[in-house]
């Protein structure tokens, strides 16, 4: 959880005033090594959708 941490530390800080709109990953490094997201629902079909 250090790293969960450090991210809201940062986003609370002064630093991160700028910052819009942004998606931060903080899983590690699992997204580094090409582990598939498992979280990621914009490839899921829409619902009702019929494909």
Do not use: Y
């Not at 002064?14 to 598939?36: E, I, K, S, Y």
């Amino acid at each position: 959880m250090p790293d969960i941490a450090d991210v809201v530390a940062f986003l609370c800080s002064r630093a991160a005033a700028w910052l819009t709109g942004l998606v931060v990953q903080a899983d590690g490094g699992t997204h580094l090594l090409g582990v598939p997201d498992f979280l990621d629902t914009t490839s899921l079909p829409r619902r009702g959708s019929t494909a």
